[in-house]
């Protein structure tokens, strides 16, 4: 979803979000990587390239691969507890949901969508919870998906989201940063 998997690159929400805010946001988003891969990368991607803000936005390939939100849960929640500890402030992005009526035939070979799309609910609340908690800012990509009136023109595949999808992104990530002042 941050990478751009399937929209080109100047489609993306980071880069029209780049353009829109005017200042070096890098998309250090890996098609198909899990939390795990996040948590591994993170010192690399994010502190020794000396960011001063982080968005953390992963989980569904973690329900997708493995039917559980655990891991995912334990990797945002080590994500952002490193990122305030190493300085760099830690904004948590709520992902976007599944769009079961569009998703590839395909891939619902792998596993039971309608299962894992409860499971997305449960950790996307469990994330809401969290940020509360830790008084952790949200960008909140499920909400504004969910209350749009095509939900079906956002996706490619169900999962990942198209052009107009990412510019809805864009648009949600651009006025949390206003909001911030950062």
């Known amino acids: 979803m941050t990478y751009g998997f399937g929209v080109k690159h100047n ?11 005017g200042c070096e946001i890098v998309n250090a988003g890996i098609n198909g990587d899990t939390t795990g891969g996040m948590l591994a990368r993170l010192r690399g991607d994010v502190f020794d390239a000396g960011a001063d803000v982080v968005v953390i936005t992963g989980g569904a ?30 904004l948590v992005g709520i992902p976007v ?8 035939p395909d891939w619902s ?23 509360s908690v830790f008084r952790v800012p949200t960008v909140d990509f499920w909400s504004a998906f969910e209350n749009h009136c095509a939900r079906g023109a956002l996706y490619l595949d169900g999962l990942h989201p198209t052009p ?14 206003e909001e911030l002042s950062l």
Do not use: K
């Open 11 to 21: 489609d993306t929400w980071i880069a029209l979000a780049t353009g829109r805010l």
């Open 61 to 90: 390939n973690d329900i997708v691969t493995s039917g559980t939100a655990h891991a995912a849960q334990s990797n945002v929640a080590a994500m952002v507890q490193q990122s305030a500890t190493c300085g760099v402030r830690p």
């Open 97 to 104: 949901p599944f769009d079961l009526p569009s998703l590839r």
């Open 109 to 131: 070979r792998l596993t039971n969508f309608q299962e894992a799309s409860e499971i997305d609910r449960e950790y996307t609340q469990w994330l809401r919870l969290f940020c």
């Open 164 to 177: 107009e999808g990412h510019r809805l992104m864009a648009g949600v990530f651009c006025r949390v940063i």
